[in-house]
C-alpha cells in the first residue's frame, strides 16, 4: 500500500513564504513522479507542479517563479516551497504519485490534502 501525507498548510499573509511537504510509503519513493495540485473552495482541482524522478519540472503559468517543487528520494519526501503567496494562492494542496510528470496523467496516488489561506 502506498500512503501519501501532506503538511505544512497554515494561515499566512501575502507576501508570505510555506513550505509544504510529501512524505511517502510504501513502493519506493524515486520511482514515481510526484504532483502538486489545489483546490480552492467552488473550483475544480487544477495542476500547480509535478516533478519528475530524476527531478525535471513544470509550473502551471500561475506559480512559476514563486513555487518550486524538489524532492529528496532518500527520505521519500517531496516539498513544495511557496513564496511570494497571494489571496488567490489559498486552496487545499493535495500531493500525488504517477508514473509520469505529465499534468494530465492519471495520477495513481494521493494524499488527504493540506489547507493553505492565504489573508491579504
Known amino acids: 500500500q502506498v500512503q501519501v501525507v501532506e503538511s505544512g498548510g497554515g494561515l499566512v499573509q501575502a507576501g508570505d513564504s510555506l513550505r509544504l511537504s510529501c512524505t511517502t510509503s510504501?513502493?519506493?519513493?524515486?520511482?514515481?513522479?510526484v504532483g502538486w495540485f489545489r483546490q480552492a473552495p467552488g473550483k475544480e482541482r487544477e495542476f500547480v507542479t509535478c516533478?519528475?524522478?530524476?527531478?525535471?519540472?513544470t509550473y502551471a503559468t500561475s506559480v512559476k517563479g514563486r513555487f518550486t517543487i524538489s524532492r529528496d528520494n532518500a527520505k521519500n519526501t517531496a516539498y513544495l516551497q511557496m513564496n511570494s503567496l497571494k489571496p488567490e494562492d489559498t486552496a487545499v494542496y493535495y500531493c500525488?504519485?504517477?508514473?509520469?510528470?505529465?499534468?494530465?496523467?492519471?495520477?495513481?496516488?494521493w494524499g488527504q490534502g493540506t489547507q493553505v489561506t492565504v489573508s491579504s
Open positions: 500525488a504519485l504517477g508514473q509520469r510528470p505529465d499534468p494530465n496523467e492519471p495520477w495513481l496516488h
Open positions: 510504501g513502493r519506493p519513493f524515486g520511482t514515481y513522479a
Open positions: 516533478i519528475s524522478w530524476v527531478g525535471i519540472t
